[in-house]
């Protein structure tokens, strides 16, 4: 109930009490006594009382839905952060997470519209993301979109190396970088599997395959005894032509 909606009633109650209270004397059946002013003073007390506790449990209920977990509960989740959207791509087997019922919906009025913010979410966290209406990537967080305005998350995970792009990089624990080789770590360009959904209800929009950075080099240092290969990954314009390139949603209801 919005807090308009219940001052309303609230307002309405103490009127029609107060109507019952003070309609005249004339208007009662034969024979019934009149309310001494004592009783009218008992009838203004209770009236005061109950108007108080309402107002009260009013104004407790407005400010707990001003907590975040409180009106999360009752509306629905309201991503609040850029980072919050990498729950949906925490499955990790390709089907989306648990999505946010108060995001921004995939269904714009105008179909032709493809200006769609989005983000990118790479190791768990939002490594790209864009209001969809400017041609290059956001220079700072003010200018990267409103979390309550994402319609679409992209699920960024490796799936290998293009072929031909490893290099082996060696690496020594010694002095100043010399001394015998410790460990060896190879460096590929990356290959990506994106599933994107939708940020509000989780369906799946497409799934496409992208590829990392070109350049491919050793890294100037590595945690000690790692061994893993390091990919590059996309950069903010890869993400951009995918978004660009997914077809427009269609209104509801068509077919």
């Not at 109650?13 to 034969?30: D, H």
Request: contains cysteine.
């Amino acid at each position: 109930m919005s807090w308009s909606l219940f001052a309303a009633l609230l307002a309405g109650a103490v009127v029609a009490a107060a109507a019952v209270g003070l309609r005249p004397s004339a208007l009662r059946p034969a024979g019934t006594r009149t309310p001494r002013f004592r009783d009218t003073r008992r009838l203004a007390r209770r009236l005061l009382g109950v108007t108080a506790a309402l107002g009260l449990a009013g104004l407790l209920s407005w400010a707990l839905m001003l907590l975040p977990p409180v009106n999360d509960a009752v509306l629905g989740d309201l991503p609040r952060d850029l980072d919050d959207f990498a729950r949906l791509c925490e499955d990790g087997s390709g089907e989306s997470g648990e999505p946010f019922p108060r995001a921004a919906s995939y269904r714009p009025q105008d179909p032709e519209d493809r200006s769609r913010p989005w983000v990118a979410v790479e190791d768990d966290r939002a490594a790209h993301a864009s209001s969809g209406t400017v041609p290059e990537e956001p220079v700072d967080r003010d200018h990267e979109p409103s979390p309550e305005s994402v319609q679409l998350v992209m699920c960024s995970k490796v799936s290998g190396s293009v072929p031909g792009t490893e290099i082996s990089c060696s690496y020594t624990n010694g002095p100043l970088g010399y001394g015998p080789v410790t460990q060896t770590v190879e460096f590929a360009r990356g290959r990506y599997t994106v599933d994107v959904f939708e940020a509000r209800n989780g369906e799946r929009v497409a799934t496409r395959t992208l590829r990392g950075d070109s350049e491919v080099q050793c890294a100037r240092l590595v945690t000690a005894g790692e061994s893993e290969p390091r990919y590059t990954t996309p950069g903010w314009q890869a993400y951009a032509q995918l978004a660009a390139d997914l077809p427009s949603p269609r209104p509801d209801g068509a077919t």
